[in-house]
């Protein structure tokens, strides 16, 4: 019986071209020579069938061998012209790749196909071939032993048959199984609306419909396509809703593909997954894929749960199907969620660089970058109010990671550049309500360390405009600002009887900031005081987590709403507010109103916060000294307390006889209520003119003493420890002293109620009050007694004793006086003596006596 052999190899050849590139694509066997027989057999026309009963075999031959063997059990011809081939089988004889022995039947290299069908019918006049039934294919696959082969060859004839003999041993086959196959040689074109089964290597896999055209080399499967099995001893899963694959770029695309890897590692069995809503494989010439890209929606899953997704992605893989570099782009999004942390993540663009293992070593992340992370101190609670947050933004990030052994990852270093911002809030119940942590800079480095399998902060540094901000749940703002910033961290663990610790939490042990530091202290409004801001500069500032105290070095500056402290070093803590302040000490305090401004140098001071004191030390032999105007004090330490307007100066140690010394100088008294009759000569209490006298004016007064107490409310400095006050009217020697001070008069242009009582030891000397063995030296006179009474405006002495000690001036020229009372002045060289009033039950009667000195 003669058929159309021609029609007849042309089915054939369709047929197992498109089964073939099922295989090529998906297996990625692209050099696989398949190919050959749709463009070989279909030249060879016109040649003769040896017919058998019921049967017939036909072989194809060259002068190398045989090229392929096509047996049918039967054929018959019908009478409208169609063929039907029943129990075909078709044996390919191929040399492999680099092979140049002769193809032989079971030649050493040779490679053999076999394709077997039950039934084929063909339609010689529309030129269509189609199967009944189902079709199998057993194709050999090239070993990477005949890929090498073919780029290398082989030294000698010898070693060639050795060789061919050893690749034969290698190769393996290609199983495939399909059914209702058409093909239409018009249209160069071969389908299957039937689902498709091939094997290969420990790999399975399944499609439903393909078509396959021979001019442009495109496969396409229709649905449903899987691919499963095991690749380097891994298990691998495939799936898409459509593929195609073209043979002559070597490029699969793939619609909803979904490829699924498990691998074994340090920590069990982890899952990791790719998706892409379309994607596209470029393929090696070994059948290897060296890229893929993914469009319209990519998403990656590691092994420990975290997800990647990007509007596109693209990845480059290794000769071992590792993963060399990965590129998401448009709208990356991150996040990852374990027992005790949750993480997300998100910037405009991504690239992750891999080692050879196909492990993450480097991911740089850029624009508009926000990454957030959440650890639940409590085991098994996702509770916000116990946790610690990490917040970073910047332009730019760039991480380093390393393997927690686990199928993980974690970051070692990261970089952040461009307005990079780190925030880290602890919310647990350690810290007694949440606590906030900023840091800025235009560029930011954090170093981690994995404790307990979790990654914990260890340190950062910054550059650039740096600032640390702190939040506390009381609503106290800590700030400071500087050229550079490291920063270390120590992880503290949350434990408990019924709830062991989970997680831990990054606690920071020092802040250091360095170039021109700026820092600011905010609290807020409490019952009955206002809110306070408190600025301070240095050239370097160094935050201690575990006091909670910031150490400010460098020309110092530190103010407050009322003043300026200056000073070389200055301690502040940040719970408290207080300060100390240690070297070159210098305060200027601003008061309100027309006030003068107080200044302070000293050695150290310490500064309380809480009740608004000042203490200052001297050292050295150089005390602490305070001055107002031309007030001042000197002493080892003084003690101001600012919100009672209270001065204490004392001296320390036994040696610390006449340690305090002030100076009270202010305008005398000029009032009109004491004018004399005609308005033209103040007059004192005392009946005496005043006169133009500057030293009147003045009323200059210094005092030594071992501690001095002023209290602005009463306008009195009241001197104890064996007192010296001096004048230009004499010195004066007693136990104690008390000086009273008028209240400071308004400057001109200000308003009187606006400044009576603002000027800090700024009111003239009234008086002076010395009392206890009271010694009086003027020129040519001296004085003893028990009280004293100055009266600084018009240089009045009025001298005290007891029944058993007079008061006595002992006078170079009158020589000893003595009385009740005695009143004198150096000026006018007088002594008034009075008797006082006498005792006894008659009349009272005052006994006056002036003593004037002879010329």
Same mark, same amino acid.
């Given at each position: 019986?003669?058929?159309?052999?021609?029609?007849?190899?042309?089915?054939?050849?369709?047929?197992?071209?498109?089964?073939?590139? $099922?295989?090529?694509?998906?297996?990625?066997?692209?050099?696989?020579?398949?190919?050959?027989?749709?463009?070989?057999?279909?030249?060879?026309?016109?040649?003769?069938?040896?017919?058998?009963?019921?049967?017939?075999?036909?072989?194809?031959?060259?002068?190398?061998?045989?090229?392929?063997?096509?047996?049918?059990?039967?054929?018959?011809?019908?009478?409208?012209?169609?063929?039907?081939?029943?129990?075909?089988?078709?044996?390919?004889?191929?040399?492999?790749?680099?092979?140049?022995?002769?193809?032989?039947?079971?030649?050493?290299?040779?490679?053999?196909?076999?394709?077997?069908?039950?039934?084929?019918?063909?339609?010689?006049?529309?030129?269509?071939?189609?199967?009944?039934?189902?079709?199998?294919?057993?194709?050999?696959?090239?070993?990477?032993?005949?890929?090498?082969?073919?780029?290398?060859?082989?030294?000698?004839?010898?070693?060639?048959?050795?060789?061919?003999?050893?690749?034969?041993?290698?190769?393996?086959?290609?199983?495939?199984?399909?059914?209702?196959?058409?093909?239409?040689?018009?249209?160069?074109?071969?389908?299957?609306?039937?689902?498709?089964?091939?094997?290969?290597?420990?790999?399975?896999?399944?499609?439903?419909?393909?078509?396959?055209?021979?001019?442009?080399?495109?496969?396409?499967?229709?649905?449903?396509?899987?691919?499963?099995?095991?690749?380097?001893?891994?298990?691998?899963?495939?799936?898409?809703?459509?593929?195609?694959?073209?043979?002559? &770029?070597?490029?699969?695309?793939?619609?909803?593909?979904?490829?699924?890897?498990?691998?074994? &590692?340090?920590?069990?069995?982890?899952?990791?997954?790719?998706?892409?809503?379309?994607?596209?494989?470029?393929?090696?010439?070994?059948?290897?894929?060296?890229?893929?890209?993914?469009?319209?929606?990519?998403?990656?899953?590691?092994?420990?749960?975290?997800?990647?997704?990007?509007?596109?992605?693209?990845?480059?893989?290794?000769?071992?199907?590792?993963?060399?570099?990965?590129?998401?782009?448009?709208?990356?999004?991150?996040?990852?969620?374990?027992?005790?942390?949750?993480?997300?993540?998100?910037?405009?663009?991504?690239?992750?660089?891999?080692?050879?293992?196909?492990?993450?070593?480097?991911?740089?992340?850029?624009?508009?970058?926000?990454?957030?992370?959440?650890?639940?101190?409590?085991?098994?609670?996702?509770?916000?109010?116990?946790?610690?947050?990490?917040?970073?933004?910047?332009? &730019?990030?760039?991480?380093?990671?390393?393997?927690?052994?686990?199928?993980?990852?974690?970051?070692?270093?990261?970089?952040?550049?461009?307005?990079?911002?780190?925030?880290?809030?602890?919310?647990?119940?350690?810290?007694?309500?949440?606590?906030?942590?900023?840091?800025?800079?235009?560029?930011?480095?954090?170093?981690?360390?994995?404790?307990?399998?979790?990654?914990?902060?260890?340190?950062?540094?910054?550059?650039?405009?740096?600032?640390?901000?702190?939040?506390?749940?009381?609503?106290?703002?800590?700030?400071?600002?500087?050229?550079?910033?490291?920063?270390?961290?120590?992880?503290?663990?949350?434990?408990?009887?019924?709830?062991?610790?989970?997680?831990?939490?990054?606690?920071?042990?020092?802040?250091?900031?360095?170039?021109?530091?700026?820092?600011?202290?905010?609290?807020?409004?409490?019952?009955?005081?206002?809110?306070?801001?408190?600025?301070?500069?240095?050239?370097?500032?160094?935050?201690?987590?575990?006091?909670?105290?910031?150490?400010?070095?460098?020309? @110092?500056?530190?103010?407050?709403?009322?003043?300026?402290?200056?000073?070389?070093?200055?301690?502040?803590?940040?719970?408290?507010?207080?300060?100390?302040?240690?070297?070159?000490?210098?305060?200027?305090?601003?008061?309100?109103?027309?006030?003068?401004?107080?200044?302070?140098?000293?050695?150290?001071?310490?500064?309380?916060?809480?009740?608004?004191?000042?203490?200052?030390?001297?050292?050295?032999?150089?005390?602490?000294?305070?001055?107002?105007?031309?007030?001042?004090?000197?002493?080892?330490?003084?003690?101001?307390?600012?919100?009672?307007?209270?001065?204490?100066?004392?001296?320390?140690?036994?040696?610390?006889?006449?340690?305090?010394?002030?100076?009270?100088?202010?305008?005398?008294?000029?009032?009109?209520?004491?004018?004399?009759?005609?308005?033209?000569?103040?007059?004192?209490?005392?009946?005496?003119?005043?006169?133009?006298?500057?030293?009147?004016?003045?009323?200059?007064?210094?005092?030594?003493?071992?501690?001095?107490?002023?209290?602005?409310?009463?306008?009195?400095?009241?001197?104890?420890?064996?007192?010296?006050?001096?004048?230009?009217?004499? @010195?004066?020697?007693?136990?104690?002293?008390?000086?009273?001070?008028?209240?400071?008069?308004?400057?001109?242009?200000?308003?009187?109620?606006?400044?009576?009582?603002?000027?800090?030891?700024?009111?003239?000397?009234?008086?002076? $009050?010395?009392?206890?063995?009271?010694?009086?030296?003027?020129?040519?006179?001296?004085?003893?007694?028990?009280?004293?009474?100055?009266?600084?405006?018009?240089?009045?002495?009025?001298?005290?004793?007891?029944?058993?000690?007079?008061?006595?001036?002992?006078?170079?020229?009158?020589?000893?006086?003595?009385?009740?009372?005695?009143?004198?002045?150096?000026?006018?060289?007088?002594?008034?003596?009075?008797?006082?009033?006498?005792?006894?039950?008659?009349?009272?009667?005052?006994?006056?006596?002036?003593?004037?000195?002879?010329?």
């Amino acid at each position: 019986m003669r058929v159309s052999i021609e029609r007849l190899r042309r089915w054939l050849l369709a047929g197992a071209g498109l089964l073939v590139l $099922v295989i090529a694509g998906f297996l990625v066997y692209a050099r696989y020579q398949a190919h050959r027989l749709l463009t070989e057999l279909p030249r060879k026309l016109g040649i003769d069938v040896r017919q058998e009963a019921n049967g017939f075999t036909y072989s194809q031959t060259s002068k190398e061998g045989t090229v392929f063997t096509v047996h049918a059990a039967k054929a018959i011809q019908h009478k409208d012209g169609k063929y039907t081939l029943r129990d075909v089988a078709i044996t390919v004889y191929g040399k492999g790749e680099g092979q140049s022995t002769a193809l032989k039947p079971g030649a050493p290299g040779q490679r053999v196909d076999h394709i077997s069908g039950k039934e084929f019918e063909l339609d010689q006049a529309a030129g269509i071939v189609r199967a009944v039934g189902e079709v199998h294919l057993d194709l050999e696959a090239p070993s990477k032993q005949q890929d090498d082969a073919a780029k290398h060859g082989v030294e000698n004839q010898a070693a060639k048959l050795d060789h061919d003999a050893q690749l034969h041993h290698d190769a393996q086959l290609i199983h495939v199984k399909t059914s209702g196959v058409v093909y239409l040689q018009k249209l160069g074109e071969a389908a299957t609306e039937q689902p498709i089964e091939f094997e290969y290597n420990g790999m399975t896999g399944h499609a439903t419909g393909a078509d396959y055209n021979a001019d442009s080399g495109v496969l396409v499967l229709h649905k449903a396509v899987n691919i499963s099995g095991l690749q380097h001893g891994d298990p691998v899963l495939l799936t898409s809703s459509r593929a195609e694959l073209n043979r002559t &770029n070597r490029r699969i695309m793939l619609a909803d593909a979904k490829y699924v890897t498990v691998n074994d &590692n340090e920590g069990g069995r982890s899952r990791q997954t790719v998706e892409a809503k379309q994607s596209v494989v470029w393929m090696r010439n070994d059948g290897s894929a060296e890229r893929m890209n993914g469009e319209g929606g990519v998403a990656i899953t590691a092994g420990d749960g975290s997800r990647m997704t990007a509007e596109r992605g693209e990845v480059l893989l290794n000769q071992d199907n590792k993963p060399q570099s990965l590129h998401m782009d448009g709208a990356v999004h991150y996040s990852a969620e374990e027992t005790a942390r949750q993480a997300n993540g998100e910037a405009a663009e991504a690239r992750v660089a891999f080692d050879p293992q196909g492990h993450a070593q480097k991911v740089v992340l850029t624009h508009a970058v926000h990454m957030r992370e959440q650890i639940f101190v409590t085991a098994g609670k996702s509770d916000s109010s116990d946790s610690t947050e990490r917040d970073l933004t910047a332009e &730019n990030i760039e991480m380093s990671l390393g393997s927690n052994g686990g199928g993980g990852s974690w970051v070692r270093e990261a970089k952040a550049t461009g307005d990079a911002r780190l925030k880290v809030t602890d919310a647990s119940s350690q810290t007694k309500g949440m606590r906030t942590s900023s840091m800025h800079a235009e560029v930011l480095t954090a170093r981690m360390a994995l404790e307990g399998g979790r990654p914990s902060l260890k340190v950062v540094d910054g550059k650039g405009a740096t600032l640390l901000e702190q939040r506390g749940g009381d609503g106290l703002v800590e700030t400071s600002s500087g050229d550079t910033l490291h920063a270390t961290f120590h992880s503290t663990a949350a434990t408990s009887v019924q709830k062991p610790a989970a997680a831990t939490r990054d606690a920071i042990d020092t802040v250091v900031q360095q170039g021109h530091v700026i820092a600011t202290r905010s609290a807020p409004a409490k019952a009955g005081q206002p809110a306070e801001t408190d600025h301070a500069t240095a050239d370097e500032a160094v935050y201690e987590g575990s006091t909670q105290k910031t150490i400010l070095t460098g020309a @110092v500056a530190l103010e407050s709403p009322d003043g300026t402290l200056w000073a070389n070093r200055v301690v502040m803590d940040q719970k408290t507010g207080d300060a100390a302040a240690n070297g070159s000490v210098k305060t200027s305090y601003r008061q309100g109103g027309a006030g003068e401004t107080i200044h302070v140098l000293a050695d150290c001071a310490d500064l309380k916060k809480a009740d608004d004191t000042a203490i200052f030390h001297g050292a050295g032999g150089h005390w602490a000294r305070l001055w107002q105007n031309g007030s001042q004090i000197e002493a080892p330490v003084l003690n101001f307390d600012r919100k009672k307007k209270r001065l204490t100066a004392r001296g320390e140690g036994e040696g610390a006889a006449m340690a305090v010394r002030t100076v009270l100088v202010s305008a005398g008294s000029q009032t009109p209520d004491r004018s004399s009759k005609d308005g033209t000569q103040p007059v004192s209490e005392n009946g005496a003119q005043q006169g133009n006298d500057p030293l009147r004016r003045l009323a200059v007064v210094r005092i030594g003493s071992r501690e001095m107490v002023y209290s602005d409310e009463a306008k009195t400095a009241q001197f104890t420890g064996r007192v010296r006050v001096e004048s230009a009217d004499g @010195v004066m020697h007693g136990q104690q002293a008390t000086a009273y001070l008028e209240a400071a008069q308004a400057k001109k242009g200000a308003a009187k109620s606006s400044a009576v009582g603002t000027n800090f030891m700024g009111g003239a000397v009234e008086r002076v $009050v010395v009392s206890g063995g009271i010694e009086i030296d003027q020129t040519g006179r001296r004085a003893v007694g028990e009280r004293l009474v100055y009266t600084a405006s018009d240089g009045i002495f009025v001298l005290t004793g007891t029944e058993e000690l007079k008061p006595k001036v002992m006078d170079a020229v009158q020589g000893t006086i003595t009385g009740r009372e005695l009143r004198f002045r150096q000026q006018d060289e007088s002594v008034v003596i009075s008797n006082g009033d006498a005792a006894g039950p008659g009349p009272r009667v005052r006994t006056e006596t002036r003593v004037k000195r002879e010329r």
